[in-house]
């Protein structure tokens, strides 16, 4: 029996996709809406069974408050967070804050079928290997705490690095391509590769990720092309 679900992200298109896929499954998409913080009174007022909760940035202030909103004022919700691969402390504020799971964003769509699945069922929905590798940290934390800016710093190549420094600079598409030597059309191949391995929608979440977690003060200094 098909699950009766609302889909929230901050991306309408993503929600509108993952909404679509979900119905050629058999599922009840009551709605597929955006962004979160205005989302979450439709969630309220539905009533669905299952809440399927995208979110770009897991580790930012008050990124499971929804959740914890959703919990409290409809507690029969479950609510399975959609986001980029976390940090054991990611996973463990997500459930704190009351979600039922966990799925990482490039997870298949039978992968998240099954998380709503286990999810309306009262059972914990996040893959083995995510719950290993919170308990793994938990109990044998790493000398050094995590570093957010190094591990999304090793997600890209040296080329998009340079993308994302020059992003940061606030750059735009020609600059970047004039800078770098390259088509316009290549750069903006670049800067959508930057987003997607950064898990943001858009330039600006890119530089602001990029400041938050000082990925760009990893960067080791290199020839650049300039004007």
């Known amino acids: 029996m098909g699950v009766r679900l609302v889909v929230v992200d901050e991306h309408r298109l993503l929600a509108e996709a993952l909404a679509s896929a979900l119905k050629l499954r058999g599922h009840r998409v009551l709605a597929a809406a955006a962004p979160v913080a205005g989302a979450v009174d439709l969630v309220i007022g539905r009533a669905p069974e299952v809440c399927l909760l995208g979110t770009a940035a897991p580790a930012a202030p008050g990124a499971f408050e929804p959740v914890v909103r959703i919990r409290r004022e409809r507690p029969q919700v479950a609510v399975v967070v959609l986001g980029p691969v976390p940090s054991p402390r990611g996973i463990a504020a997500a459930f704190a804050a009351g979600a039922a799971g966990y799925v990482r964003h490039d997870e298949r769509i039978e992968g998240v079928e099954r998380a709503l699945l286990k999810a309306r069922a009262g059972e914990a929905a996040v893959a083995p290997q995510l719950l290993q590798g919170a308990f793994a940290e938990l109990l044998h934390p790493s000398a050094r705490p995590d570093d957010e800016g190094q591990?999304?710093?090793?997600?890209?190549?040296?080329?998009?690095?340079?993308?994302?420094?020059?992003?940061?600079?606030?750059?735009?598409?020609?600059?970047?391509?004039?800078?770098?030597?390259?088509?316009?059309?290549?750069?903006?191949?670049?800067?959508?590769?930057?987003?997607m391995k950064l898990g943001v929608g858009s330039r600006l979440e890119a530089a602001a990720l990029a400041a938050r977690t000082g990925l760009l003060d990893r960067v080791v200094p290199g020839p650049r092309n300039t004007l």
């Open 151 to 195: 591990r999304l710093l090793r997600l890209l190549t040296r080329r998009e690095v340079e993308v994302l420094v020059r992003v940061a600079e606030g750059e735009d598409t020609r600059l970047i391509a004039v800078g770098m030597g390259i088509a316009p059309s290549t750069a903006r191949t670049h800067v959508q590769r930057v987003l």
